[in-house]
């Protein structure tokens, strides 16, 4: 890990991010069960994209990342507990790791969008505190963790965006609405969900071919033809 970043898929910064925001949050609960985990992936708050993942999804991601050092298991108690080694790992800072959970869960976010989103985690004294940490993401000797978009038609910010996930793709002149502020949220939305319809689809595949076999199952011990 020291020597090259894997490139994470959604769910897998999806559930790093998880990790990273509840041990502010709830510390009481962290290390989180698989079930808390779960439903932190889940959220409807504070997270774009929005997503549905199953427990197997999860726990598939929970074991790349432990292959990484990214996470790590404890046992005690009535289940396996997980948290997360970024720190540790990307050997960088608290407040980056705030940054970084913050661009996981909820997509590229300009200094001063960030700023706010990070305050139940972290009260950051200005926006150019934010910025001085997402110069350092940017500009880490082992490789940058964060990248400045291109600012888009009519907006007064650039916005920030992780890359746990590899480099994101460009967007498009003149996509997207501008809210009252100017900053355009629609194009990372439609995004963001192309990422979760993806995600769904695959769980959807999953479930249509246990049932299949289920029916394969029925129908042979009825001894009727599947097609009938």
């Known amino acids: 890990m020291t020597q090259a970043l894997p490139i994470l898929s959604l769910v897998e910064t999806r ?12 510390p009481d609960s962290y290390p989180l069960t698989l079930n808390s ?9 504070s997270r774009n994209p929005v997503l549905e993942l199953s ?12 292959g990484y050092s990214l996470v790590a298991e404890t046992s005690g ?43 139940r ?3 950051f004294a200005d926006i150019s505190s934010v910025e001085g940490f997402l110069d350092e993401l940017a500009e880490r000797p082992a490789g940058a963790l964060v990248v400045k978009l291109a600012r888009l038609p009519g907006a007064r910010e650039s916005r920030w965006a992780h890359l746990l996930s590899g480099v994101p793709a460009e967007e498009p002149a003149g996509t997207g609405g501008a809210s009252a502020d100017g900053a355009y949220a629609s194009h990372d939305a439609s995004l963001g969900e192309v990422a979760a319809l993806k995600a769904n689809v695959a769980r959807l595949e999953a479930e249509l071919a246990s049932l299949k076999a289920l029916v394969g199952r029925v129908c042979s011990e009825l001894g009727i033809s599947e097609a009938g």
């Open 55 to 66: 427990e197997a999804q999860v726990q598939a991601a929970i074991d790349s990342l432990k």
């Open 15 to 26: 559930v790093l991010g998880v990790l990273a925001e509840k041990q502010r949050t709830v």
């Open 121 to 123: 985690m972290h009260n």
């Open 77 to 119: 108690g009535r289940a396996f507990r997980y948290e997360h080694n970024i720190d540790r790992v990307l050997r960088i800072p608290s407040q980056s790791v705030i940054l970084l959970t913050v661009l996981m869960l909820r997509g590229p976010q300009t200094a001063g969008e960030l700023r706010i989103a990070c305050d």
């Open 37 to 45: 985990l779960v439903s932190g992936c889940n959220q409807k708050t």
